[in-house]
């Protein structure tokens, strides 16, 4: 039998957690070639590097070293290398995962090829428009030939949009798989010792959300809110380039450094921030995976956005939408330490296992 030979794209940090479980399960299953396609989409070692050490993936077969831009100039220039690659490579299957600039651009330029798309990740929906992400998911989805599903409100929603059942497939969760795979070994983490701190006596906070850090009004919501908590509870920031950039930009960077009972960080790397995450007293956030990572873990977690396009952290998770607002924001904090916590539940399928099933139906397609 022949293998059938799969390029699996990375590009954003949020990527490589998903394709590492994936390219595992690909080489384990026997009837696959598995490559690892890097867009560069992100490129500082503690965006991208340290996942690939950390998460135990070979290094990249291609890297199309494509780097930061806006949209349009990013996308084009991804498309215009990968087209290059599935030239080259002639691969029997696409797969792309998420909903980033590199998971759009990569399907787009692989169903032109007439080469078939695999979207891991497929049907989640915010309904807001004006996030990239929902424009990513909406054109990856409408071209995909497989749809590998997270939670339920995936089948409805490409349902509603007249996908054919045949390409969906409810398979779990991969961001979970490498939950699973690696969370024995995060707990052997040095990071609470090395920050002097131990289980739940602090908030961990990521943020990168355009909406709420590319302007300065959302940006002085934030300072509000970290100026709040901060005298509740020390709060530990692994600060995402992006608002690192927007607060220098504003001119804020040495307000947000003068907050006492913080501590900002460099991003993490994944087993750091999963010791974190899986010991912290709560977790307030915009990260689309976190919402997920904090639901699995039955850590409380306050998301602060107007929509979540994965529903199912919210309806049975311990995830809860909030407002970037300092009031509000402050007083849920304060009811949640003081122990008055939403009880959750583990998601159907999420159970460590979503990528050998995603093989499965793969080799069967
Ligand atoms: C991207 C994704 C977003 C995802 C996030 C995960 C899109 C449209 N957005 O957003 O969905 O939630 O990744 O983290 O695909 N930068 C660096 N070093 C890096 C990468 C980026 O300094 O290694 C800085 C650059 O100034 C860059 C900015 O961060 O301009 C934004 O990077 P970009 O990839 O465009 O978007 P993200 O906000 O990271
Ligand atoms: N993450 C990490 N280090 C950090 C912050 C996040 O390893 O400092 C991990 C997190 O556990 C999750 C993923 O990065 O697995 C989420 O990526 P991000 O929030 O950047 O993207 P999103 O999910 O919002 O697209």
């Known amino acids: 039998m022949t293998s059938k030979k799969v390029l699996n794209v990375v590009g954003a940090r949020p990527n490589f957690m998903k394709v590492a479980p994936l390219h595992r399960a690909f080489c384990a299953h026997g ?71 590199s998971t759009m651009a990569c399907s787009v330029v692989a169903t032109k090829c007439h080469i078939p798309v695999a979207h891991v990740e497929a049907g989640l929906r ?28 995936g089948l409805k929603n490409l349902k509603a949009e007249g996908i054919s059942d045949e390409k969906v497939f409810f398979t779990g969760n991969v961001m979970i798989d490498s939950l699973v795979h690696f969370r024995e070994k995060a707990a052997q983490s040095s990071i609470l010792q090395d920050l002097k701190t131990t289980p739940q006596d602090y908030v961990l906070m990521t ?18 809110i970290l100026e709040h908590v901060t005298s509740l509870k020390r709060v530990v920031f692994p600060i995402h380039p ?27 790397g994944y087993l750091e921030f999963l010791c974190l995450m899986d010991n912290a007293a709560l977790m307030i956030t915009d990260s689309g995976g976190v919402q997920e990572e904090t639901t699995y873990l039955q850590v409380p977690c306050l998301t602060l956005r107007e929509s979540t396009e994965r529903p199912i952290t919210v309806d049975l998770g311990t995830n809860e939408l909030m407002p970037l607002d300092a009031k509000t924001v402050n007083q849920r904090v304060t009811e949640i330490l003081n122990g008055n916590r939403k009880q959750g539940a583990i998601p159907p399928l999420w159970d460590g296992n979503a990528a050998i099933r995603i093989a499965d139906v793969l080799a069967n397609v």
């Open 126 to 153: 915010s309904r807001d428009r004006s996030m990239p992400e929902e424009i990513n998911r909406i054109l990856t989805d409408s071209i995909s030939d497989f749809l590998l599903v997270t939670e339920q409100s």
């Open 207 to 224: 943020m990168h959300r355009p909406v709420n850090v590319d302007t300065k009004d959302g940006l002085l919501r934030l300072l509000e």
């Open 31 to 101: 009837a696959f070639q598995s490559m690892i396609v890097h867009t560069g989409q992100h490129y500082d070692e503690k965006m991208s590097d340290v996942f690939f050490r950390q998460l135990e993936m070979p290094q990249p077969d291609v890297y199309l070293g494509i780097g930061s831009g806006t949209h349009a100039q990013q996308t084009g220039k991804i498309m215009m290398a990968f087209e290059e690659v599935v030239f080259q490579e002639k691969p029997d299957l696409v797969l792309v995962v998420g909903d980033v600039n």
């Open 242 to 268: 992006r608002t690192m950039n927007r607060f220098e930009s504003f001119q804020w960077s040495e307000r947000l450094r003068q907050i006492p009972q913080l501590t900002l960080l460099e991003p993490l």
